[in-house]
């Protein structure tokens, strides 16, 4: 047992421990791993809502376009060339001033004395626009590539080695700080180097506006003047591919169409998160939830919108913070008490196989057990048959009174081995026992059972007194089996009998159950029954053993070592014969010592027909 139990341990309760401490260790990431999901989640709509604002711009890109080729249908370019701005101003709002340049450097619009935002336009950008002048710009260009060649070889370094290790689109975001706008007014390599350290997608370059268009048809560039992005875009006709036609964008009226798309998609995600559209000073310019206010510079994730809108983000934010914590602890708490009813279980499925395994050791004993009670069982009768039958057969006792003697002697050792083999195959074939029910009189079938046993007690010196009623006690049962049982109860009062060789019987009518222990007492009333008594003043039953008596094999009092005859048996064939007939059989201590048998069997019938078995 103890071998059994020591492999139980370590082959499965130790393994089982070791693996709910790591469960529970692996509770402390659960709050990491939850948030490191909702961020990937929420970085796929951050990313979403940037594809589409970037998408919308793209599409004003061609709409200006579109706006130029529709000014250029019914005039030469250089025929509109010089009224641009106003033309184009008063068919698309969203142009601030338009301006049309030739790439010889010549600026026909706006003019510089039509109205104020022309006159600070044409200054802040003629010597930019003319190619005088190398500025810092963000650019886009989506048919054509800038001849980076040209620019100073130092620059074109850093910005290949800003383009290597800057992170992918959807890799994370950034926050435009107070550095990188002060960045601005330095060297071009260290305004570089400060977008590197933001970690954003997006770095200036420094050229001249004709190195950026080179071959390009149209294309974007957004420049910082004054801590102030200007936006514009541009455009060369086919018709005239050495005229320029561009448009500053009025970032007001371009950001009333983003408001469309800055929503939170799917649906399910609404009542959590709030997208927002915050400018290059990390301000909200739109938000998905109107009156929503948090930490603007602190979103969960953000995603660049691209160099049309450099340091623009759409940043993600919580509309309860404290959400994600609780849901964490919640699912942490699910985790742990998931991990302890395991545990639980392992500790009660262990603690239950080795009460099995303890309770079929102990079987395997008892059956032990029950071969040597058995083979010595069959050995006594057997040697006390051939003894005298040898004696008598030879001729060697004359006396007739000897004779008789010996012939009861062998009668009792017969009936002695038939109830032995009669109790082994019964119990070895439970399922075949079948019962022939019908009413008899059990109070006769006592009276004839003890007369047939009285001459054998009598015989071993035993006192046998009987308490039976004279008028018939009726009941629905098999009588050979109910038979069976107060032979047994008998042959048990004979066996532990002592010195104290007293065995008394009797028959009692009850009218109710007094006794919750018996079957028929979940009947919802009381139920009229019988009791069959065997008092014996023997050794009595051990405390504790009253009911294990009745299980299989099971012997209060060795039999090898006490010389008390028996196979452990008898009692559990009693009280399976018993249940069957719808009562019990149980032991109580008898006052004066010794112990009361008790059958309980119920008058009335329940629900027992022939051939139960």
Same mark, same amino acid.
């Given at each position: 047992?103890?071998?059994?139990?020591?492999?139980?341990?370590?082959?499965?309760?130790?393994?089982?421990?070791?693996?709910?401490?790591?469960?529970?260790?692996?509770?402390?990431?659960?709050?990491?791993?939850?948030?490191?999901?909702?961020?990937?989640?929420?970085?796929?709509?951050?990313?979403?809502?940037?594809?589409?604002?970037?998408?919308?711009?793209?599409?004003?890109?061609?709409?200006?376009?579109?706006?130029?080729?529709?000014?250029?249908?019914?005039?030469?370019?250089?025929?509109?060339?010089?009224?641009?701005?106003?033309?184009?101003?008063?068919?698309?709002?969203?142009?601030?001033?338009?301006?049309?340049?030739?790439?010889?450097?010549?600026?026909?619009?706006?003019?510089?004395?039509?109205?104020?935002?022309?006159?600070?336009?044409?200054?802040?950008?003629?010597?930019?626009?003319?190619?005088?002048?190398?500025?810092?710009?963000?650019?886009?260009?989506?048919?054509?590539?800038?001849?980076?060649?040209?620019?100073?070889?130092?620059?074109?370094?850093?910005?290949?080695?800003?383009?290597?290790?800057?992170?992918?689109?959807?890799?994370?975001?950034?926050?435009?700080?107070?550095?990188?706008?002060?960045?601005?007014?330095?060297?071009?390599?260290?305004?570089?180097?400060?977008?590197?350290?933001?970690?954003?997608?997006?770095?200036?370059?420094?050229?001249?506006?004709?190195?950026?268009?080179?071959?390009?048809?149209?294309?974007?560039?957004?420049?910082?003047?004054?801590?102030?992005?200007?936006?514009?875009?541009?455009?060369?006709?086919?018709?005239?591919?050495?005229?320029?036609?561009?448009? +500053?964008?009025?970032?007001?009226?371009?950001? /009333?169409? =983003?408001?469309?798309?800055?929503?939170? *998609? #799917? $649906?399910?995600? &609404?009542?959590?998160?709030?997208?927002?559209?915050?400018?290059?000073?990390?301000?909200?310019?739109?938000?998905?939830?109107?009156?929503?206010?948090?930490?603007?510079?602190?979103?969960?994730?953000?995603?660049?919108?691209?160099?049309?809108?450099?340091?623009?983000?759409?940043?993600?934010?919580?509309?309860?913070?404290?959400?994600?914590?609780?849901?964490?602890?919640?699912?942490?708490?699910?985790?742990?008490?998931?991990?302890?009813?395991?545990?639980?279980?392992?500790?009660?499925?262990?603690?239950?196989?080795?009460?099995?395994?303890?309770?079929?050791?102990?079987?395997?004993?008892?059956?032990?057990?029950?071969?040597?009670?058995?083979?010595?069982?069959?050995?006594?009768? +057997?040697?006390?048959?051939?003894?005298?039958? /040898?004696? =008598?057969?030879?001729?060697?006792?004359? *006396? #007739? $009174?000897?004779? &008789?003697?010996?012939?009861?002697?062998?009668?009792?050792?017969?009936?002695?081995?038939?109830?032995?083999?009669?109790?082994?195959?019964?119990?070895?074939?439970?399922?075949?026992?079948?019962?022939?029910?019908?009413?008899?009189?059990?109070?006769?079938?006592?009276?004839?059972?003890?007369?047939?046993?009285?001459?054998?007690?009598?015989?071993?010196?035993?006192?046998?007194?009987?308490?039976?009623?004279?008028?018939?006690?009726?009941?629905?049962?098999?009588?050979?089996?109910?038979?069976?049982?107060?032979?047994?109860?008998?042959?048990?009062?004979?066996?532990?009998?002592?010195?104290?060789?007293?065995?008394?019987?009797?028959?009692?009518?009850?009218?109710?159950?007094?006794?919750?222990?018996?079957?028929?007492?979940?009947?919802?009333?009381?139920?009229?029954?019988?009791?069959?008594?065997?008092?014996?003043?023997?050794?009595?039953?051990?405390?504790?053993?009253?009911?294990?008596?009745?299980?299989?094999?099971?012997?209060?009092?060795?039999?090898?070592?006490?010389?008390?005859?028996?196979?452990?048996?008898?009692?559990?064939?009693?009280?399976?014969?018993?249940?069957?007939?719808?009562?019990?059989?149980?032991?109580?201590?008898?006052?004066?010592?010794?112990?009361?048998?008790?059958?309980?069997?119920?008058?009335?019938?329940?629900?027992?027909?022939?051939?139960?078995?």
């Amino acid at each position: 047992m103890k071998k059994v139990a020591l492999v139980f341990v370590l082959a499965v309760f130790v393994p089982s421990l070791v693996l709910a401490w790591l469960a529970v260790r692996s509770l402390r990431d659960q709050q990491f791993i939850l948030e490191r999901q909702q961020s990937l989640l929420f970085q796929g709509v951050a990313d979403s809502v940037a594809k589409d604002a970037s998408g919308l711009i793209a599409e004003q890109q061609r709409e200006f376009a579109r706006q130029v080729e529709a000014l250029l249908a019914d005039s030469m370019p250089m025929d509109i060339a010089a009224s641009f701005d106003e033309r184009l101003r008063k068919d698309w709002p969203v142009a601030e001033v338009g301006f049309t340049v030739s790439l010889d450097g010549q600026v026909y619009s706006p003019n510089l004395f039509d109205r104020a935002e022309a006159r600070r336009f044409r200054l802040e950008n003629d010597k930019f626009l003319c190619s005088r002048e190398s500025v810092e710009v963000y650019w886009n260009s989506p048919k054509g590539t800038i001849n980076l060649s040209q620019l100073d070889e130092k620059e074109s370094n850093l910005t290949q080695a800003q383009a290597a290790i800057t992170p992918p689109y959807a890799s994370g975001y950034s926050k435009y700080t107070k550095e990188s706008k002060q960045a601005r007014n330095v060297e071009p390599q260290q305004k570089i180097r400060a977008a590197l350290d933001n970690n954003s997608r997006v770095a200036p370059s420094e050229a001249e506006f004709r190195q950026l268009i080179a071959d390009s048809t149209e294309g974007t560039l957004a420049r910082f003047l004054q801590n102030k992005l200007n936006l514009m875009f541009w455009y060369r006709s086919p018709r005239d591919p050495q005229l320029v036609f561009g448009a +500053l964008i009025h970032l007001a009226r371009l950001t /009333e169409g =983003l408001r469309n798309v800055v929503k939170v *998609d #799917p $649906e399910s995600l &609404r009542d959590e998160i709030c997208v927002a559209l915050l400018d290059d000073n990390a301000r909200p310019v739109t938000t998905s939830c109107a009156n929503f206010q948090g930490n603007w510079k602190r979103p969960i994730v953000a995603t660049e919108i691209g160099e049309v809108l450099p340091h623009w983000e759409v940043a993600v934010y919580l509309l309860n913070p404290a959400r994600l914590t609780q849901s964490a602890q919640t699912l942490k708490r699910t985790l742990g008490l998931l991990i302890a009813l395991l545990v639980l279980a392992i500790g009660i499925g262990g603690w239950l196989i080795v009460l099995d395994l303890n309770r079929q050791l102990t079987l395997a004993s008892q059956k032990t057990d029950f071969v040597s009670n058995v083979s010595h069982e069959l050995k006594t009768p +057997l040697t006390s048959i051939r003894m005298f039958s /040898e004696l =008598l057969a030879e001729g060697r006792v004359t *006396d #007739p $009174e000897k004779q &008789r003697s010996y012939f009861n002697i062998i009668t009792a050792e017969t009936a002695r081995l038939t109830r032995l083999i009669n109790n082994v195959l019964d119990f070895s074939r439970p399922e075949r026992k079948k019962y022939n029910f019908a009413p008899c009189d059990l109070a006769g079938v006592v009276r004839e059972t003890v007369e047939s046993y009285r001459p054998h007690l009598e015989a071993g010196g035993f006192k046998l007194d009987c308490d039976l009623p004279q008028s018939p006690v009726f009941i629905n049962g098999d009588c050979d089996a109910l038979a069976q049982i107060v032979v047994n109860l008998l042959s048990n009062a004979e066996k532990y009998s002592a010195d104290r060789k007293e065995v008394r019987v009797e028959v009692l009518a009850r009218k109710g159950t007094p006794q919750p222990a018996i079957l028929f007492s979940r009947q919802p009333r009381p139920v009229p029954h019988v009791e069959v008594r065997v008092l014996d003043r023997g050794l009595g039953v051990p405390a504790g053993s009253e009911e294990r008596i009745f299980e299989q094999f099971y012997r209060a009092h060795d039999s090898l070592s006490s010389g008390i005859q028996g196979s452990g048996l008898g009692l559990t064939l009693a009280r399976q014969i018993a249940r069957a007939h719808g009562g019990d059989v149980v032991c109580e201590p008898r006052d004066g010592g010794g112990s009361v048998f008790i059958l309980r069997l119920p008058t009335a019938p329940i629900s027992t027909t022939n051939g139960h078995e």
